[in-house]
């Protein structure tokens, strides 16, 4: 597969189920992927708090959930639920070619 100038290989689509969030590493940072129908979205896997793996964490109405603390982040946009304060989970743009997708070549999140 030709990957496009700026992007880079993150995963195999088919690998990844509807609404099962699945960790790779890119540029020393972990990632978490969903895919929600022909739709993948990629936030930073970590929690801002105390850096647990989010992927181990619920997906519930659009929220996610984060295992160790419960601090949810909407997925839409990354933002933080009520009851914590912190700051929003990083946004990567996403693309999907030949199968595959594709994350910023460097990693760089959406503003």
Excluded: N
């Excluded at 290989?9 to 990844?16: N, Q």
């Excluded at 790779?24 to 895919?35: A, K, P, S, T």
């Excluded at 519930?60 to 959930?65: I, M, P, T, Y």
């Amino acid at each position: 597969m030709q990957t496009p100038a700026g992007w880079q290989f993150a995963i195999r689509l088919e690998t990844l189920t509807d609404g099962v969030p699945k960790d790779v590493l890119i540029d020393r940072h972990l990632v978490l992927l969903l895919r929600d129908g022909g739709e993948v979205l990629a936030l930073q896997g970590t929690c801002p708090h105390q850096f647990a793996r989010l992927s181990q964490g619920s997906i519930v109405r659009g929220w996610l959930e984060c295992p160790h603390h419960r601090a949810r982040f909407r997925l839409a946009d990354g933002a933080c639920g009520s009851g914590w304060q912190l700051p929003p989970l990083k946004r990567y743009a996403t693309l999907l070619h030949e199968g595959a997708v594709l994350l910023p070549d460097p990693l760089v999140p959406l503003s």
